[in-house]
């Protein structure tokens, strides 16, 4: 039976996955749901994304892309959701339960949902009764613009079901992806809304002059926070230092493609948040997250002092140079 995958979102990533979907040879049925009429119009006529990943030829057939949400859902066996966090519940505001019921879901976005302070599998469990089983959720490291120039990366699929999670990374090996499997869909996905607060420490500090081995020293201790958390959340036997934790949170602290970065960047140089959000074209989900997480910790109080930092700059205005200052006394 030919698997029938439909993509929600129409940003650069869910560009990036649709490429990696229609370049992969397994056949496939791929159907793709977005918001905006225009940009719909623009890709049946022209076959490219007007707006992100414009270089990407996109392979689907004209019929298959649609702003009717049910129609796309119904069509399905596998739903990626690839939205920004922010606006999970409003995308699916008219979708209910049995709506997904027997599919399996894929959760590709790298955030936690504001106010719920879920991340999306938790979130797909407890409002629209998805089995765990039946949730993966996708890893990086992995920029959706070097997968439009085809540059080799790599992706972990998390499902606590592993030959689920073998049987989606199949759809999405190519000659310049390359796939993993793990059973750790917590502990993926809050590495994955973690990394976005990190990478905008690393774009604060940054932005306010430090250099490089400041940089070093600032990611290494990121990754034992997030080690210390997820270990917390959820205690299972796990390798922090593989790809979908150390891997992803290294090239979204570092690249020149992390929105994360650039939003703290920003910051870092003195913009306020609206400013910042305003100029940036996409969404940082570092932002949101640095409030969740705050939040979310005061349950398992664990030391976490960089998440900490970037709270208190995106949201008590304390000075980012201040801040900063008084984090390094904390590191080591």
């Known amino acids: 039976m030919i698997p029938k995958i439909a993509m929600i979102g129409g940003g650069s990533w869910a560009t990036a996955i649709v490429k990696m979907l229609s370049d992969n040879l397994t056949e496939k049925e791929i159907y793709w749901w977005m918001r905006n009429t225009e940009a719909i119009d623009h890709i049946k006529k022209f076959k490219h994304n007007p707006h992100y990943l414009s270089s990407v030829e996109i392979k689907l057939s004209p019929d298959n892309i649609s702003t009717d949400i049910h129609c796309i859902i119904k069509s399905a066996d596998y739903v990626i959701l690839n939205v920004p966090a922010a606006f999970i519940k409003e995308t699916l505001s008219s979708i209910t339960p049995n709506d997904l019921k027997g599919k399996k879901i894929v959760s590709a976005i790298k955030g936690i949902v504001p106010e719920d302070n879920l991340i999306i599998g938790e979130f797909l469990h407890k409002i629209y009764e998805i089995p765990y089983q039946d949730i993966l959720v996708v890893s990086g490291p992995c920029h959706a613009e070097e997968v439009a120039f085809e540059k080799l990366s790599y992706l972990t699929i998390a499902c606590t ?5 073998s049987t989606f990374a199949s759809f999405l090996n190519t000659r310049y992806i390359k796939t993993n499997v793990s059973d750790d869909i917590f502990g993926t996905e809050y590495a994955a809304v973690l990394k976005n607060i ?3 420490a690393s774009g604060i500090c940054h932005g306010i002059g430090y250099g490089d081995n400041f940089q070093a020293v600032l990611i290494s201790n990121a990754i034992r926070e997030i080690k210390r958390f997820v270990d917390a959340v959820h205690p299972i036997n796990r390798d922090i230092m593989e790809s979908a934790y150390l ?3 290294l090239v979204t602290a570092y690249s020149q493609f ?3 970065r650039t939003f703290g960047n920003m910051i870092g140089k003195g913009y306020t948040v609206k400013s910042a959000q305003l100029e940036m074209n996409m969404v940082a989900e570092g932002y949101y997250a640095a409030k969740c997480m705050h939040i979310k910790n005061n349950e398992h ?3 976490m002092p960089i998440c900490k930092a970037v709270h208190n700059i ?5 000075s980012p140079h201040i801040e900063m200052k008084l984090l390094a006394e904390k590191l080591n």
């Open 314 to 318: 995106l949201y008590e205005g304390r």
């Open 161 to 165: 079901d592993l030959e689920k999670a």
């Open 247 to 249: 891997g992803d949170l």
């Open 258 to 260: 992390s929105r994360n």
């Open 301 to 303: 109080n664990v030391e």
């Open 198 to 200: 990190y990478a905008v």
